[in-house]
């Protein structure tokens, strides 16, 4: 049974660029949640979908956008990158809208220069 | 009001003592308490959980302990072994239509043998 994936591994970009970064999760789970980890510090909540709708959505400008597909994966998009935007991006999943036990991927290592 | 405070910032404890991390919410309505633990280069894996309703949970040799009159909960870990060295999330989460997740900060626990 696979975890829940994410694409690219690693990625470097430079400011004013967009980005897309990719989740599917783990078999059986239909919810998707995407946040920014930047070093030394917590996860920080950028947004939820379930139903191929953003359900709820953290802090973050609208130069972060995102997508679910029919088969419950995930995009995440960030338009005009800052230096600020650096940060290892964590998706994680779960099953139903509710309150319940989510599984995170190993991230993507975004970089920008 | 949607933070949750963490701490300590980093712990050293020697093999087989308790590792106890502390942490506070102001949210109310906060309604899942989760503990992550994070591997450098690993997404963060959930640990234990635990809900308002209850003051004590124990999993193996991990027991989160929550106080609801004071927004407080911490996680103890018993008989800590070099292999529990990593960073420990405390978390909150909270369903308005779909969950967000809040992380604490991150403690980052050594373990000596």
């Known amino acids: 049974d696979a975890g829940v994936t994410q694409s690219p591994t690693h990625l470097i970009k430079t400011r004013g660029q967009q980005v897309t970064l990719r989740c599917s999760p783990k078999s059986g789970h239909d919810t998707v949640s995407w946040y920014q980890q930047a070093l030394g510090q917590g996860p920080q909540f950028i947004f939820q979908y379930y139903e191929e709708e953003e359900r709820q959505r953290g802090n973050f400008p609208d130069r972060f956008s995102g997508h679910q597909f029919p088969n419950y994966s995930s995009e995440l998009n960030v338009n005009a990158l800052l230096l600020g935007d650096s940060a290892l991006y964590l998706c994680?999943?779960?099953w139903g809208a509710g309150l319940v036990e989510q599984f995170f991927g190993p991230g993507t290592r975004l970089t920008v220069l | 009001q949607q933070q949750v405070k963490q701490s300590p910032q980093s712990l050293i404890v020697q093999k087989g003592g308790i590792s106890i991390i502390n942490c506070a919410y102001e949210n109310t309505a906060f309604d899942y308490f989760p503990w992550y633990q994070q591997f450098p280069g690993k997404g963060p894996a959930l640990l234990i959980a635990i809900r308002p309703d209850v003051s004590e949970k124990k999993e193996g040799r991990f027991t989160i302990s929550f106080n609801k009159s004071a927004k407080q909960f911490s996680l103890h870990i018993m008989d800590s072994q070099p292999g529990d060295s990593a960073t420990y999330f405390c978390a909150a989460s909270i369903n308005t239509g779909g969950f967000k997740t809040i992380f604490g900060a991150g403690t980052r626990l050594f373990v000596k043998a």
């Open positions: 994680a999943s779960s």
